[in-house]
Each structure stands twice: as structure tokens, then as C-alpha cells.
């Protein structure tokens, strides 16, 4: 019976190094259907030629960073649905007079989602952020989620805001 606590060790100590390799798996799943969706736009006019438009405006916040320049689909963001495949808008960031994609964000409307699903939106095991209304964007409120497959984010690869983006280099 001595062995039994070493045996609850042991079984608790090989979670911990086999947990976090589960647990990534679902990043790298989304982060990989991402860039396998967008691929093709890292081309700024395959993005407009697929109904992308250009909000014309570069977000970035006081403090926490920047987004950067947002192409949004129309269409995506009206039909209620969440594809992974289909990104509902494309961020970029300027940089030496060429938009360069550093990520994506899958949006839905709150009022919609909420009419027919009981609970927040999750994608490949992702839970999306809700902004209330009103909000700086001037949308209703709204459930989102940022994945930076294109570049690196130190706050997180889901993480709204990225303090190595930058607007400086941005004109309209």
C-alpha cells in the first residue's frame, strides 16, 4: 500500500507533460485552416475580388496595441454562421507601402447568434469575445474572435490587440 501515493504522483505528474500537448491541438488546428483558407490573401485584390472591402481605417488602441486594417465581408457578417474556412473579416498591417495579412476575425451579430444558439459562439474549440453596444465600432453588439495565424502576437494568438502591429505607416 506504500506505492499507492507514488502511483497517484506519477499519474498526476505525466498529466501535466501530456495535457498541454492536448490542449494545443486545437490552436493549431484553427491557426492551420486559417492560413490554408487566406493563403491567397495575402493578395490584397484576390481578398477584394472575394467581396472583402476595405473599411478604411487602421484600429489600434490607446494602450493595448493594434489590430490594423480591416477588409470585412458583408455577406459573411449578415448570415448569422461561423465558418472556419470563411473568415467573416482580414486584418492587415502596413507596412513599406504594401498591406501585409497578419490575421483574421470571425464575427457574428449578438442579436442573431443569440436567436438560435443557447450559448456564446465557440469555433474548433475557441470562445469568442462579446462587445457590447454601444461600442467604439459603431456595430451592434457583436461576438468575436481574432486568430493571428500571419504574425506573431506576444499577448496570444487569439488576443484582440498586438503591440507588434503598427498604423504609423497607414494612409487611406
Not at 14 to 21: L, N, Q, R, V
Not at 36 to 41: D, P
Not at 104 to 133: C, I, K, M, Q, R
Amino acid at each position: 500500500m506504500k506505492t499507492m501515493p507514488f502511483v497517484w504522483i506519477s499519474l498526476i505528474a505525466m498529466s501535466f507533460w501530456t495535457f498541454p500537448a492536448a490542449a494545443q491541438e486545437p490552436a493549431g488546428a484553427l491557426v492551420e485552416t486559417v492560413r490554408q483558407a487566406t493563403a491567397r490573401f495575402q493578395n490584397v485584390e484576390e481578398a477584394t475580388e472575394a467581396g472583402y472591402a476595405n473599411t478604411l481605417n487602421c484600429v489600434s488602441g490607446p494602450q493595448e496595441g493594434v489590430m490594423g486594417v480591416h477588409f470585412a465581408n458583408a455577406d459573411l457578417i449578415g448570415d448569422g454562421l461561423l465558418d472556419p474556412q470563411r473568415p467573416e473579416l482580414l486584418v492587415y498591417e502596413p507596412k513599406n507601402g504594401q498591406l501585409r495579412l497578419v490575421a483574421v476575425e470571425y464575427l457574428v451579430l449578438a442579436e442573431t447568434w443569440d436567436a438560435n444558439n443557447p450559448a456564446p459562439p465557440v469555433l474548433l474549440g475557441h470562445l469568442f469575445h462579446y462587445n457590447g453596444s454601444p461600442n467604439r465600432y459603431g456595430l451592434p453588439a457583436f461576438y468575436e474572435l481574432h486568430v493571428w495565424a500571419w504574425k506573431d502576437n506576444p499577448n496570444g494568438m487569439f488576443a484582440d490587440w498586438n503591440p507588434d502591429v503598427s498604423c504609423a505607416e497607414y494612409t487611406p
